[in-house]
């Protein structure tokens, strides 16, 4: 592992997408993204997703400067279209209106489509828990083809899509930081891999969990990339950006429409801290909840770098090496 200062490894992956003919502002909020997850240390989905992205913009896949654009909109419904642009800019977008409503009308939805892939669906549902608000997301690619191969069976039918859910509390008396984590449970809905890891799984007797991570692959897929990000009868042939594939569905909840708000973060704190009391499971070395382990390392590797493994490292270098950059500076 190379360590790298979080704001130099922003800077450096600013410059790449710039270079590719992004807006500066989007390149800051694109890279701030990618740096955030590596923080957290949801190695998957930070800047290793720089080589898909940099493929997509400079092949001309997804649109570099999109004009986003309100199909429609209520007093608690939002609903965008991307522009064939990145998808963390209209999902961003989106999330941000969402909040808005729902603090004037306690419950808002808000879904986008004509976009690129929108990331790790926890970095919407931290925004959320910035105004105090529940959320739910997920997110899915839109073009659903039947799998055509002999060996195909029905776990195959759907990928790997996104889902988040994230409940608000207060900070603990211990102050804000790495000891008073929100709740985040932040997943892959594909949480067995293959279909023979899956087949494999239900033979040891797992059989509950294998269709239960089934079906949420069929919820987020279906809600989040079939009706959101469905283009209104538009196939994907027909499309100008063919990289804009995505769609994205965030639900957010003012917890003050059913109850005393205050009260609610108070009570979610008081059992997120009494449950990190408990003996942790078997194999770990402290007790810990959805999202607790990637807030504590938000907040240490914020101060001492981020952790980038070999392959990581030689990733960003060929990058930079492939689209004429400067390396990225591997020492704080």
């Not at 429409?257 to 979610?268: H, K, N, S, T």
Request: glycine share 12%; charged share 20%.
């Amino acid at each position: 592992m190379t360590r790298i200062a979080a704001n130099a490894l922003h800077a450096w992956s600013t410059q790449a997408f710039t270079s590719l003919g992004l807006p500066l502002e989007d390149a800051t909020h694109i890279a701030r993204c990618l740096v955030d997850v590596d923080l957290r240390g949801v190695r998957s989905h930070g800047t290793r997703q720089l080589q898909r992205y940099v493929a997509e913009f400079r092949d001309g896949l997804v649109n570099v400067s999109p004009d986003i654009s309100i199909l429609r909109e209520t007093d608690n419904s939002i609903r965008l279209d991307g522009d064939g642009g990145s998808g963390y800019l209209a999902a961003t977008r989106a999330t941000d209106v969402a909040c808005d409503k729902a603090g004037q009308v306690g419950l808002a939805l808000a879904t986008t489509c004509n976009h690129g892939h929108v990331g790790s669906a926890g970095i919407y549902a931290r925004r959320v828990l910035d105004h105090g608000y529940i959320s739910w997301c997920v997110a899915g690619g839109h073009g659903w083809l039947l799998p055509t191969t002999a060996e195909a069976t029905v776990w195959d039918a759907m990928k790997a899509p996104p889902m988040c859910f994230a409940v608000p509390a207060d900070a603990s008396d211990a102050g804000s930081g790495a000891d008073s984590p929100p709740l985040v449970l932040d997943m892959n809905a594909n949480q067995f891999g293959t279909a023979a890891q899956a087949e494999a799984a239900i033979a040891a007797g797992f059989g509950k969990s294998v269709f239960g991570s089934l079906g949420l692959r069929f919820i987020s897929t279906l809600l989040g990339g079939m009706l959101g990000g469905a283009t209104d009868g538009q196939n994907l042939s027909q499309q100008r950006y063919t990289g804009a594939n995505r769609g994205f569905l965030m639900v957010v909840i003012d917890p003050a429409m059913v109850g005393d708000a205050a009260d609610f973060r108070a009570e979610v704190r008081r059992i997120i801290d009494s449950s990190l009391t408990l003996r942790p499971l078997a194999g770990a070395d402290s007790a810990t909840l959805p999202g607790t382990m990637e807030w504590r390392r938000q907040s240490e590797w914020g101060k001492s770098g981020i952790p980038i493994a070999d392959d990581h490292r030689d990733l960003l270098d060929n990058i930079a090496m492939e689209n004429g950059l400067d390396l990225p500076a591997w020492s704080q």
